[in-house]
Every structure is written in structure tokens, then in C-alpha cells.
């Protein structure tokens, strides 16, 4: 599987995100379900730069491959993962 | 090398008599820019503790204000010995004291009274000093020494108190009779040789440990002081914090970056991203890093940068740790541990600040209040220039 190309998550770690919980996701890593673990890889963002836009809901948010998520959680972000994964998995 | 590039850095490191609260010996250090000078004094209080603390601070206190108003060095001497007040135990009020008075470019003064005679190095070498030698009638086993000296870029000028010339005192082998000048001289000139641009923060402070392994146990049996000033070439620091307030701006912006002889710190998501777009150098933030950082988010790294921080949080954090006399009870995030570390080692602080408004910051539902930017780089300049005695710039972009 080590060839399909991986799922990028990106965790905000800027201002608001970061008061307003992001720091929880650093956990996210640990509590991806087996089917997930190599599918995905996780990082660390300096700014999303979405906060002060009004198209999108609250923060933190988490970038996964194109899509943003708002009111991001470890649980809601490894749901959108796993939508994707069944969709086939796509980048996009 | 022209004046207006050597800094002075001036910097004394303590450590208290076992047993004691406070230092009974005593330092304080002025700039007087308009002028070029810079004063400096340290005094030894008699005795240690409360007593010797309060006989070295009122004796610091007094000759930088008698130096900064070219007072007569003989007058201020007696001025000082008068006021002292008289110690219960000796029935003698004492203290010792070492004025510096350095005129960059000029002339500058040392005015000494019974502590180890400073030591004036250039190019690791111990200059020799004429001094003049002065003794009051009212005081006539006091004496007081004049010092005239012209100091340049790379010099270092090193005063300690008999903490240090003195230690080891009593213990058998080379330092029976103490480490003497000679002995912390020897000392200096191999930790010079060893690091020749050390910080006068850095040296004095191997200048005290060092002092006290000599005795016994490694313990402090007086006070002990070191004070190092030393000129050199400023180590210039740039901190970028905060969007421009035109988007137009941004490439700049980045291009301080690029063209920025010294250290980099990007302090604001938004910052980092608009530096790394334009210098093409991507952010690496290592998010397992989160739950080692403490309460703010982690250090993260560009290639040609510094440190990369988060914005506001972080700069509060650090400009209240660094207002604060004694050290918050609170563990120290790693991100706050090393912009303050690259604060302390710069002499020249360039603070840029961005004065785009994120509204987001201003939402009433978040959980904290975010100061406005402009306002916690005020009080960080202030703090650093005040307290850190360092030269810092500020300008909005």
C-alpha cells in the first residue's frame, strides 16, 4: 500500500485554533483506526488563514487534502477520513 | 569601526552567601545614549545578607547619581562614607565600590574603592592600568583609585567582588591564599581563548561557578559577583510579527528576511505564511512536538529563520515572563524558552510590526482576551529596553 498516495491532514496551530482547542488533535495520530493508519499522514500548520473568513464555521479547523473542517475533533476529523477512504480514497 | 557599531554589553551575575535571601553585593548600569556613556557600578556591602544588601544598594545607588552628575570623585567618595550608616557588630559603616564611567569613542573613568582591581582586556591580553591613588582627610585609611583608560570595539572590562578573589580560600594546594586576580585573570583569558566572542552574560556567569568550585563543597561562603562590560560588534536580532496592513506589501516584507544580517524570528501564522510564500521556503511545524510544548504551540522551523512562533499568545507570554521580577509560577513553554533566549543573546532588536487586524482575534466568544498587536510589541520593546538594557527599534509596515 506504501505506493497510494497519502491523505494529508493539516492541523491549524494558529491564534484562534489554538485557543479554541486545536491542540487536541495532536492526538489524532494515535487514534486513527488500523484502517487509516497508513493512509494518512499528519502535520502541523501554521495558519489555515480561515478563520476570518465567514464561508466557513468556527475554528479550530483541520485541512484534509482540499476540504477544510470546522469545529474540528479527533472523532469528526477521522469520520471525513473515513468517507473519503470509501469514496476511494482521493486526495480531492 | 565606527561608534555607532559597538554595543555595550553590560552584565553581572550573582550568586548569595549560603543561607541569605538577598546578595550583599549590589550593581546597577545606566546608558545615557544621548551622551555615549555608559555607567556601571558594583558595590560589596559588609558582611552578607540584609544588612550588607541594603550598605551595597545605598552605595550603588548614590554613585551612579553623584558619576552621571560629574559630581568630584573625592567628594562623592566621602559623601558615600558619611552616609553609610554604622555597622552594630564591626562598629564600622563600609562598603566597597567600582564606578565605571565609559565615554565610547573617549575618555573613559574608573573610580575604585578596596575591591579587586578591575581588569581591562583587549585581545585576551591584561592591559596594564596606571591608576591614581586619592585619600580623604576625614577618611584616612580609606583609599580611593582614578583610572583613566580609552576603550575600543573588542574590549572587555571585568570587575568582581571578594566572592571571587577569594575563593578557595583556605583550601589546601594552588589556591590557599584564594583564586586571587591572578587566578580568575588565568582563568578569563582561557575561557576567552576557548569562546573569543563569548557575551559578557555568559562569561560572567562561568566566572562565578567557577569561583565558587573552589571552595569547599562548592559552597558560597561570601557573596559572589562577577560584572563583565564588553564592546563589541552588536548581535542584531529581527522580529516580524503581524500581516502588512497592504497585502501589497508582503513581498517587502519577506525581503527584510532575506537581506537581514543576524538572527530571524517570525512571530504569527499569517507571518510565517506570507514570508514563506514570497521567500519560496517551506514551514516545517512538528505536531508531535504539541504535547511536549506546553501551553502554547510549538517552535516550528523555516531555512534562513530562526524560530517560527505563533502570534499573540506567544508574545504575551513572553513579554509577561520577561516583566516579571521573579520567574512565573507557571512551566515555561518551549516556545517562550527560546525567543526568550534569542532575545537575551542580541543586543540591536528590530521589531517590524504588521498592523493588519485579524477581526477573528476579536470575537468576544473566544475563551481569551487577545491583546491588539501593536500594543504587546510596545510593552515587549519596553521591557527589553528597560530591564534588558537592550537597543530595540520598532516600526509598523
Redesign the interface.
Known amino acids: 500500500m506504501s505506493d497510494v498516495k497519502k491523505i494529508k491532514v493539516e ?6 485554533c ?3 482547542g486545536s ?1 487536541r488533535l ?2 489524532l ?1 494515535e487514534q486513527l483506526p488500523p484502517n487509516l493508519k497508513d493512509r494518512v499522514e ?6 489555515l ?1 480561515v ?2 473568513d465567514r464561508n466557513y464555521g468556527n ?1 479550530p479547523f483541520v485541512r484534509i487534502g482540499e476540504r477544510i473542517v470546522d469545529n474540528a475533533t479527533v472523532e469528526k476529523v477521522i469520520e471525513v477520513l473515513q468517507e473519503m477512504v470509501a469514496a476511494g480514497g482521493s486526495n480531492e | 569601526m565606527a561608534e555607532n557599531d559597538v554595543f555595550v554589553e553590560m552584565e553581572c551575575f550573582q550568586l548569595c552567601h549560603d543561607g541569605e535571601e538577598v546578595c550583599g553585593d549590589d550593581f546597577l548600569f545606566e546608558r545615557l545614549e544621548g551622551e555615549n556613556r555608559h555607567l556601571a557600578v558594583l558595590s560589596d556591602g559588609l558582611g552578607s545578607g540584609i544588612k550588607a544588601n541594603l550598605l551595597a544598594c545605598m552605595t550603588t545607588t548614590m554613585a551612579l547619581e553623584f558619576i552621571r552628575s560629574d559630581m568630584d570623585v573625592m567628594l562623592s567618595a566621602e559623601t558615600i562614607m558619611d552616609t553609610l550608616p554604622v555597622c552594630e557588630v564591626r562598629k564600622i559603616s563600609y562598603a566597597t565600590f567600582t564606578v565605571f564611567d565609559l565615554q565610547i569613542g573617549g575618555k573613559s573613568r574608573i573610580i575604585e574603592m578596596d575591591n579587586p582591581p578591575f581588569i581591562h582586556l583587549r585581545n585576551g591580553k591584561d592591559l596594564k592600568v596606571s591608576r591614581q591613588a586619592m585619600t580623604s582627610e576625614r577618611w584616612p585609611d580609606r583609599r580611593v583609585q582614578l583610572s583613566e583608560i580609552y576603550a575600543v570595539a573588542g574590549d572587555r572590562l571585568i570587575v568582581f567582588s571578594d566572592g571571587v578573589a577569594q575563593a578557595g580560600l583556605g583550601q589546601p594546594g594552588k589556591y590557599k591564599f584564594g583564586w586571587r586576580r591572578e587566578g580568575a585573570l588565568e582563568f578569563i583569558q582561557e575561557t576567552i581563548a576557548a569562546d573569543p566572542a563569548i557575551s559578557a552574560r555568559d562569561l560572567s556567569q562561568k566566572v562565578v561557578y567557577a569561583a565558587r568550585s573552589r571552595n569547599k563543597d562548592n559552597r558560597c561562603i561570601d557573596d559572589i559577583s562577577c560584572m563583565v562590560i564588553y564592546l563589541r560588534k552588536p548581535r542584531k536580532l529581527l522580529l516580524l510579527t503581524g500581516p502588512p496592513f497592504r497585502a501589497e506589501s508582503d513581498a517587502a516584507y519577506a525581503d527584510l528576511v532575506r537581506n537581514f544580517d543576524g538572527k530571524v524570528i517570525l512571530s ?3 507571518t ?2 506570507i514570508v ?1 510564500r514570497e521567500l519560496q521556503r517551506p ?1 516545517d ?4 512536538l ?2 511536549k510544548a506546553g501551553s ?3 517552535p ?1 522551523r523555516m531555512q534562513g529563520v530562526d524560530l ?1 512562533t ?4 506567544t508574545l504575551t507570554d513572553v513579554t509577561q515572563r520577561l516583566e516579571a521580577d521573579t520567574p512565573l509560577d507557571t512551566p515555561v513553554p518551549l516556545v517562550s524558552k527560546e525567543m526568550i533566549e534569542l532575545f537575551r543573546q542580541s543586543d540591536e532588536i528590530e521589531l517590524v510590526v504588521g498592523t493588519k487586524v ?4 476579536q ?1 468576544p466568544s ?3 482576551d ?1 491583546e491588539i498587536r501593536r500594543n504587546i510589541v510596545r510593552r515587549l520593546k519596553n521591557v527589553l529596553e528597560t530591564k534588558y538594557r537592550k537597543r530595540v527599534l520598532m516600526r509598523f509596515f
Open positions: 492541523i491549524c496551530l494558529g491564534t484562534t489554538y485557543v479554541l491542540f495532536s492526538s495520530e499528519v502535520v502541523g500548520c501554521a495558519c488563514e478563520c476570518h475554528a | 504569527g501564522g499569517t510565517a505564511n514563506s514551514i511545524v512538528d505536531m508531535k504539541v504535547m502554547l504551540p510549538p516550528a517560527v505563533e502570534g499573540i499568545l485579524n477581526e477573528a482575534h470575537d473566544l475563551p481569551v487577545l
